[in-house]
């Protein structure tokens, strides 16, 4: 029985206690045969983010702007078509800061080829890249995520992998809880044991410091501000404390609710939105949150599929779904945080927004999940 190259990681993995200096020959992910229907481990995920770079010039960069705990590159993908001054605007997008989540990795690689598939054709996009950059990190919590590729009891890990604080034996940070948004508050432990461990203090964790460097000194360009994570389906606004609002409240709910209903529109998946407190519970030190109060105007945690029935364990046949769906509602929300920007539209639910909305499902339908 041929065992895919994935799989045969995790099980060789098994059979040593640290993978962190592993080195096995993978099949090269030319991004032309990879395939986004698949759950990948970082060394393929590294592999085709410098395949990506270097087959599409003057389009796609990278680099590397932070370090884990353990000493690996947290490296971001740009896409844009414009010179690049620094005044010019962005997006931002993150996934996997929590290790489990394997569907937000494979989420921010998906965006990535739809970018590059339809930006020609696509004249909404074309236009938004050529105003705007995307930075998109496939996997923030890089240490994080190949620990829960080293076997099965591993898997549904979730936090950072850092040394423990003295007097505790358990490794790792809620990266999630580690941001300085109303640090250590509410929704939150202080038992580095439980899995929403906020840390020691705000941003004492490297990738939250890496995330706190870049984006923060970038406040003023960035408009946008996407961070990816599962299950639930849910897309939340700030902020995680139940008893403050942003200023612009209302325009997030609707706009959320747009985006929902774009993503509704393509399999037919209820996405709920609000705050975290109004549909999920209450929580501090969110990157949501530190990225709106740092004044990014907006801002919101997506969280993907599904609802319950595999949670974190999301099967592989749904990673093209739940990916089609996500992509129409990210690319709701940044059309109309661009046109309102470079266009002055203020309207949720019009034609600058919405409108190549058939278009995107019917290439969807038609084109091959291999090919970039």
């Given amino acids: 029985m041929m065992i895919p190259a994935g799989l045969a990681f995790v099980i060789l993995c098994a059979q040593i206690a640290d993978c962190s200096t592993l080195h096995v020959s993978m099949p090269e992910a030319n991004p032309r ?20 770079v270097a087959e599409n010039p003057g389009l796609v960069s990278s ?3 932070g370090e884990t705990f353990e000493g690996r590159n947290i490296t971001y993908l740009k896409i844009g078509l414009g010179s ?44 938004m890249l050529t105003n705007m950059d995307f930075y998109v990190t496939p996997v923030l919590n890089v240490d994080g995520y190949m620990y829960s590729w080293v076997n099965e009891g591993t898997r549904l890990w979730r936090k950072s992998r850092s040394t423990p604080p003295e007097g505790c034996s358990c490794h790792g940070v809620d990266l999630n809880r580690n941001f300085n948004a109303n640090w250590g508050t509410v929704g939150v432990s202080r038992d580095c044991c439980s899995n929403t461990y906020c840390g020691t203090g705000p941003a004492s964790e490297r990738e939250a410091q890496a995330v706190t460097a870049f984006v923060g000194s970038r406040v003023e360009q960035i408009l946008c501000f996407l961070t990816i994570h599962s299950a639930g389906q849910l897309l939340l606004m700030p902020y995680g404390h139940p008893n403050i609002l942003p200023p612009n409240y209302d325009e997030l709910k609707a706009l959320g609710q747009a985006a929902a209903a774009a993503m509704k529109a393509v399999h037919g998946m209820e996405y709920r939105v609000g705050t975290s407190p109004e549909i999920l519970y209450a929580n501090s030190g969110s990157s949501r949150d530190w990225a709106r109060l740092m004044g990014i105007p907006y801002s919101y945690t997506f969280e993907l599929r599904d609802t319950g029935e595999f949670g974190h364990l999301l099967p592989e046949d749904q990673i093209q779904p739940a990916c089609e769906e ?40 038609i084109a091959s999940t291999y090919l970039l």
């Fill in 84 to 127: 690049g001054g620094p005044e010019r605007k962005a997006i931002w997008m993150d996934c996997g800061i929590h290790a489990r989540e394997w569907i937000a990795p494979a989420f921010c690689q998906w965006f990535v080829k739809e970018i590059l598939q339809r930006y020609k054709t696509d004249e909404k996009l074309n236009e």
């Fill in 33 to 52: 045969n990879y395939d986004y229907t698949k759950y990948h481990p970082m060394s393929e995920i590294s592999d085709w983010m410098k395949k990506v």
């Fill in 63 to 65: 680099a590397v702007y």
């Fill in 326 to 365: 996500a992509f129409e509602g990210a690319r709701y929300i940044i059309a109309y945080v661009h046109d309102r920007a470079f266009h002055n539209r203020t309207q949720i639910g019009g034609a600058g927004a919405a409108g190549p909305f058939l278009a995107t499902v019917l290439a969807s339908c």
